[in-house]
Structure formats: structure tokens, C-alpha cells
């Protein structure tokens, strides 16, 4: 057991970005259609846990190419269009329930296979009866090792290529008829019907959902069979964002109610009605008062109005009841949460758990924990906040909360205890075996942190090749800050100015021709980007020859400063709405004149030939040391390192290197 960990009261409103991790539901699902589909998908925001690199080592010793970077939670996956090359292979899937069903229904794909898979002691005892018999349906054995029909872990597949006309009994898991609906596509004329009734409609809709998202959505038919009317391989997605974990990212939504006023916390790629059931819980935390709005791809949540008092069900998304549970220590009133004997079978008897540790903070809940001791029936519990019993419980000191080996009670618990219920910071809350949340969500902790101090405004200058937009992108990534690219300004400016027939040596055209642009803003991911009447151009449009030749003459235009530079102010403003902890501006100029004020100021160098290497390995034709000439000697914003700004010669030193020496100036300021 992990020692027990001490929780720090949030001093300041949370901001910044929340490092949720992605879903695994969805992480595997799009695996698997990824190998099902025709040509190369990129999966972004992709979970890394045990039990997707399982699935990802399979693919692989199928022969399938996969490649996966864990830094930047990508995996690129080269999909067959439903061949599978090894004919014979020999699988463990772990105790990895999604990778052992999804692979046995992908590999009845194979004509003429045969393959041997295995799992961990738990997983040869979890359902898997139901999709073996279905599968036999289709023309293959699964031959346990003693010979006879296998009806779970583990067992030889002979496989057939093709599913037929189906039945699955799937009430002992969902997963058993999601996995045979992802194949369905890939075997013309095949269906699926289902014996008795399934436990998780909404995994279901996962899965059917997913499958439409990579062009060939199923159909249930009212007589209750699930087809594919347009069958043929998944349609390879070019770059596919995971959606983070919903249920973890309950535990951010909920942040806000229990610190300080200001908060303000970004989630990005969440979205109520997404793939995952648990994005419910957005909806009751708006009954409750929390606030949350869409901004560009995710949410951002401000502190909550109040927490109501109220009384909710939330048996369609019970895993988050934790964390309304605990919110609810907060509440007007009393807090009432039913449809949740389920959660009394999972990692721990949940209901029972949640009850005895709230007691142990001061609070009465209801079922008291000794009645739901004695009634394993109770399903439900209410919760009656009341802070100066839990000041008088924990004015001796932080309260020990056991979490029964549970993620869910350490991180829900980990979240209340960043309230100052003291005023003065005192913790009051500690966690035992804080590293529990290992099982989901191995940084939570970290993650909470992250989400601790000031708003820092970053600038980044230096010529061109000087490594501005590598430093800041990944600074941007590891600490939750907007991006922007006033180079990419520069650029997309001169790209209109050009498209509209203005020359670079025309100042009195080039001001005309501005007089009638309008610029605007969007953020994807953790970049914001300039567009000119609506229009932003990709990357290879802003790095051509003619825009490269064009841009540091357009860019010492005074009138084309002036038009950019509200702009650019404007973005700080922008990154604190948007929730980021901060904001990291590159450019020439940043430090000196746009944000002379910010609280950390880096002037990047190189020598020139290492900066002529780098722009020749992207491949680029640039002349850098012309347009240093010019961005450095013209009369207004020139280029330069004004005092007070920290210089950083990367000529030797690795990216990793420098941004963590930006990000230790950061955290500094930022006072974490
Ligand atoms: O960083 P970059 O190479 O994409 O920038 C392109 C040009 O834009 C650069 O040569 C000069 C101009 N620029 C500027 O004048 N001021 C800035 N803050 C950023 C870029």
C-alpha cells in the first residue's frame, strides 16, 4: 500500500487545463475498427494503460503495423480493410475484458485461422460463453484444451471468415455483442440478434456510434437484429481524438465547487451527449449549480453558482456518483443519490464505502453506513452537509479516508479535500493509498496540482529556426497553456494581403487592403489560431516560398503591426476565459513590445548553421538569415532581447532540456 497522502487546500481558484486521461471504451473500440478499416488512422489523446497496449500488442502479433508514441498519447494503426495477415497466432489478453471479446469476434474474420488465446486467472473466469457460442454460429470452434467446446479462457479458435446470421446471449456483458457489431460490417449479409437483454445499453450505443463514425453505421431493425446495410471496411480516419475519460473528468467538474471562487478549469475534447454515458453527470452538476460552457473542442467549468441540495438518480452513470457524493459535503442542503445498489458489487460496496467515510469526516448521511452493514438491499443514500461538524472532526488534524482499494474513493475524496474548509489553508483531508488510482488514472494527484496557481503569461522570442514553435507547443502541452503563433499572425496576414493582389514595397495599398479585413480567433487543442475573414489556412499554405520570401517585408509595415497587435494583446484575456493556466506567445517582438509584462520572458538562440540544418530537415526553402537581418534592423518592434528576458542557446541543448528549464520559470511564477 502507497503511503497516505496529504491533501493541500486550494488557495487560489483551480485553473488550467485538466490532464484527463482518454477513455478506454473508446481507446479499444477504435483500435479494433482501426485494424477493420482501409488505410492509416492516427488515434490522438489515446489511453496508455494495461489494458490497451494488450490490444496493441495483439494487433501487432497479427501483423498488423502499429505504432504508438506514449509521450504525445498517439497511436497510428495501419488498417487491412478486414484482412488479417497471421492465419495462426498465439494470444494473452490479461484481464483485459474489452481486448479479449473485441479480438475473439475480430478474428472470425479469418478464413481459415487458427488461433490460441489465453487470459489471467480473472479473466478465465469473466463471461465469455455467450460470444463463443455465437461465434460457433458462424462456422468457428473454440475447443477448450481438453477437447471439448470452450466456454471461456482459454481456448483454440478455428475460424471460419465470416459471420452469418447470429444470436448472442449478452446479459452476463455488454461487450460480447459490441464486439460481434464491430465485425459486422466487414461480413456482407451478417446480423445480430440478442438473447434476453443486455446490462450496459449505453456501451452499445458506444459502439454503434463509433462504428458510424468510421462510415458504416449499423442499424436495429425492430424485430430486434442489428445489420449493416452498406457493409464493406471502416473508413480510415485521417486523426481521431479520443474523448477523455468521462468518469474521471467528473471529478474537474466537480474541482470548481469546492475552490475558491475564480475558478475556472478547461477540459478539453469533452462534450455533454458524447460516446460515454457518464457525460450525464455534466447535466446533474448544472442542476446542482456548476457551470459549464462549450468552448471550441471541450468545456470549461467556473466555480459553481452553489452546490443545491437535490435528489438525483444516477443509475446510468453510477460510477460518478462518488463524485457527486462528495461535492455534496458542500451542499445547501441535503443531497439525495438513488439507483445505486449496483455500485455495491464493484471494486469495493461503493455505497457502503462512500457512507462510512463521509461519516468519518463529521458528516450524517442516510442510510447510516451501520443500516447498509446490515442491509445489502439499500441502494441509495442521502447526504446532510454540514461544515462546522466536519471543522470540529478534523480541527486535530487532516482525517485519514480509506479507499478500499478503490480509484473512484481517492480521487473523489482527493478532490473535496483541495476545499479550504479551515479558510487558512490547513489540510483536512489525507488519502490512504493515494496510488489506487493507478487502476484509471495513475497522475491524478499530479493532475489535481497541475491545476494550482496563478495565470502566467509566457513570451518566447527569437529568429527564425531558433526553435520558438517546438519550445512553446511542448510547453504549451506539458503545463496547459494556450498557444499562440504570432509568426503564424505574420503569415496568414501576408498570405491575404498577397491572395488580395497587395505588393510588400505598396505601404498605401498595404493599408488599404487592410482597412477591410477582419481578424478573428480559434483554438484547437491548445493553440489558438488567426483567421482573416473567417478563414485560417493550414501550415503548408503559410509556409510556401512566396510567403516566406514576403513576410518580414510585410511584417515591418507599421500598419500591419498596429492591425495585429490588439489582437495579440487580446489573447491573454482569451487564455483566462478559455480556463489554460497561462498563455505562451512566440514571436519577435513578444517580450518587448506585446506583452513587455509578462511574467516570464525567454529570447531563444541558435548558432546559424544549426538553425540552416534544422529548417533543411524540415525540408523548407527559407532564407533565415535575410529575414533576421530585417526583422532585427527595422524601425519598429525589431527584434530584440530586452533586459530582464532570459537567453537560452539551444544550439546543444535537446527540446526536452529547454523546456524544462521555461517550465521551472514558470512554476515560479505561477507560485506553485
Ligand atoms: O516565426 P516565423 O518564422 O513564422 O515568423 C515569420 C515572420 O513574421 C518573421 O520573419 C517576422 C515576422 N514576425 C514578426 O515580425 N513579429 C513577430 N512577433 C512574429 C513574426
Redesign the pocket.
Known sequence: MSDPLVIRPFLLPARGVARVPGSKSVTNRALVIAALADGETLLTDALFSRDTLILIAALRSLGFEVSDDKRIRTIRVRGLGGKIPARTASIHVGNAGTAARFLTAFLALSPGGRYELDGDEAMRARPMAGLLEALRGAGCRATAPDGGPATGFPFTLETSGRLGALEVDASASSQLLSALLMALPLSPGSSVRMRGETVSEPFVEMTMRMCAQFGRPLTHAADGAWSCPAPGPYAAAKEYAVEPDATAASYFIGLPAVTPPGSCVRIGGYAEGGLQGDTAFARVAERCGARIRTDGPGVVVESWTKVASGDFDLNAFSDTFLTLATVAALADGAVRIRGIGHTRKQETDRVLAMATELERIGLKVTPASSALRDDACLSELTVHPDREAMRRVASAGPVRIRTYEDHRMAMSFGMLGCHDLFGDGRPWIEIEDPACTGKTFPDFFSALDALRGRFVRVAVDGG?ASG?SSTSRALAARLGLLHV????H??TLTLALLKRGARADDDAGIARTLSGLRASSSVTGLAARLAIDGVTPSDSELRTPEVNAA??SV?AHPAVRAFLLGHQRAQAEAARAGGFAGLVME????GSV?MPDAEVRVFLEADAAARERRRAAEGMQDPIGH?DRM?STRAV?PMVCTPGAVRIDNTELGLEAVVDRVAAFVAAAAGR
Do not use: H, L
Open positions: 527564425a520558438k503563433d504570432t509568426g503564424a505574420y503569415r513576410v518580414s511584417a514571436g519577435r517582438d513578444i506585446v529575414r526583422d518592434s
